[in-house]
Structures are given as structure tokens and as C-alpha cells.
């Protein structure tokens, strides 16, 4: 069946269309997923919690935490079990809270929680939909990478004409199974099946002493991600990262730990020889201190409030690698820009021998470090440059997934 194992979270807000939600529960159920249901304390108002529970087939979620036995509702790990998060409907009020991470029912600390896709469904009457705070929420919402499902027209709660009603169930649970369809045949007919890929991810720490370093703000979402979509196609991938707190991307996935530059050199050098492709997504630092105190270094007792630190240049994982690189391997490298952003990468993945390059620029809004949204140009040794728009982390992973599935 088109959802056969797969878990779909289902948030329900405080919407006349609340009604609509037992049919698209229904209509999930019967392809084979794998509900729960999240919802709001209103939401109760307009259909039962038992009604939803016994169409799901799981009991319901409204509290965190049961008032009769005390048990708690995890919203960290409703989140991770998630394979999609959708909310419908979802209201005016829902839609500008999860806009500004509000999170004061169990419904939106979920939604700041997953990991999964997040589809939303607004419901609303016309004039709600058509203003412009509303308008605003929604745009901030897409730009971090949510779907949103919009709303049709037709006859409205008020008695009004136009835009605002959910989007009818049968069509949403088109959408939803087309959406896992798709993927489900990247895995499967995948030429990446097989492929032993190597991919690093996060900062390195440069020791200056035993409590301070340096490095930067990479958060190895986006290597992680890209590992996490590469194994679910198929391939043997090992995830060389650098200290950051992220879970592991995928069960399948080797991860070598390290913490500075060189240890991460050493680990790409050692295990590179034996692998098909290598994507260095790693904010690796281009400096290290030349020697590094095995003491705090104290400010105490300085005559002068100047303190010199003398640094020197890191080896150049990629270049070495790409200089090492056999003709059947593909090498692809990431450049983080904010001035002459083509120029700049088009002249790195020339010096280091890549395959292609992923370019993402500072200048982006809700691209580079720490967002869990990315824009990115992929550019190739062939002269190609493909533009994408901004998408949650590992959606761009697919895409840059897509791009190597080219090399097979």
C-alpha cells in the first residue's frame, strides 16, 4: 500500500473544519500509515478526541501529560517519530504562533520539535487569510521550509464567498502519498544503492588551550542531513564529524567522531581511498594556532591588555583529497560566500579538482549556519549552474542527492 509504514502525525487546531480531519484520517489509515493525533485544547470543541482516537486507531493527544496518572507526552519524541507533520487545519491564530515559536499547547512544541517535513493546511474565513499578518506568518513559515496546503474557495463558516477552506481531504491525502511515492522510488530504483559515499559535516575546534578554541558557528545540520538522505537511498556512507550534538542521521550510517582539522584530515585520507564519492559539507577552519598551552592561559598578571595569538593554515582536506582522487571517483566540496559568490566557488572546485560544487551565500535569509533551511546553486565542472529556492535542510539534501545519482 502507498503508506505502508509510515508515520504521519496529524495536529488538529480550533477550526470549524475540524470536521474534515476524521475524513483524512480515514483516508491515511486506509493506504496503510500510521497515525497519531495531536490536539489543541480547542479543538475539542469541535470534534471528540474519542472520535479521532478510534478513526486513528491510537488514543489521542491534547495535555502534556495525563492529569488522571501523571504520564508524560513527550513532544521531543512525538517529533521524532514523525515521517510527516501535518496540520490541518490549522488557524490564523496556530499559523502566527508557530510564525513566531510560540509554543504553549502540546500541538506547537511538537512542531517546533520535528524533524520531519511539516505540511499545513490553513482554514480560516476570508478576510483572516487575506490580511496581511496572515499573509506574513504563512510566507515566514515557507521560507523555513513548511508546505503549505492552500486553502480553496467556496462557501465559508460566515457566509461569505472565498478563499479560505481547507483544502478537501481526499486531495491532501493524494498529495501525501504522492509525496512518500516519490520517495519511496528514489530508494528503489536508486543508483546510488550500493555506493560507498563519504561525507563530512560540522566545525572543527581548534585547540588554544584546555577551555578555549577556535571555530565557528557551523551547526552539521546539513551534513547530517545529506548523510541521512544518502543511506536512505541505499549507499554505505561514513560520517566523518566534527564536535557537534546532533543524533545520529540514519541507523545505517558509520560515524568517525573527531574535533580539529587535522584529525578530520586524517580520517577523510584514511578511508577516502576505499570509497566511490566523497561530499565535504564540513565547515573545516582555515587556522590553528601554532601551539596551544596544555594551561589556562590567564589574563592575570599581563603587563599589557594585548594578548597575540600566532596561527597558521590547516591542510586542505578537499585539495588533498582531489589532488589523490582516482578517475572513477567523485569528489564534491560546499562554499560558503559572501561577496562574488559564483566566481569565488567556480574557482575553488577548479583548484580542488571537484566534481561540483554546492554554493550557498551568508547573504541568503535562512541559508548558511545554524538555520535548518538552505539555498543553494549547484555548479559543475561541465559549466552547469542549477539554482534552487529555499528548502528545509534535507529537502536540499535530496536535491544534492539528485546530483550525484548523475555520476552513476
Known sequence: MGLEGKHILLGITGSIAAYKAASLVRLLVKEGA???????????????PLTMATLAKNPVLVDFFDPENGSWN????????????????????????MSRGIADNLLLTTYLSSRCPVWIAPAMDMDMYAHPATAENLEILRARGNRVIEPVSGELASGLEGQGRMEEPERIAEEVKAFFEKKNARLHNSPLRGKRILVTAGPTHEKIDPVRFIGNYSSGKMGYALAGVLA????????VSGPVSLPLPHPEVKRIMVTSASEMHQACITCFPDMDMAVMAAAVADFTPVSSSEEKIKREGRKESLFTL?????TDIAADLGAGKKPHQILAGFALETDHEEQNAIQKMIRKKLNFIV??????????????????TLIDSKGEIRKFELKRKEEVAEDIADKLATYC
Open 34 to 48: 500510521e497515525l497519531k493525533v495531536v490536539m489543541t485544547p480547542l479543538a475539542k470543541q469541535f470534534i471528540t
Open 74 to 97: 513527550s513532544h521531543v519524541s512525538l517529533g521524532l517519530w514523525a515521517d510527516l507533520y501535518l496540520i490541518a487545519p490549522a488557524t490564523a491564530n496556530t499559523v502566527a504562533k
Open 232 to 239: 536512505g537511498r541505499g549507499a554505505q556512507v561514513t560520517l
Open 310 to 314: 600566532s596561527l597558521q593554515s590547516t
Open 359 to 376: 554554493l550557498n551565500s551568508l547573504r541568503d535569509p535562512g541559508a548558511g549556519f545554524q538555520h535548518d533551511t538552505n539555498r543553494i
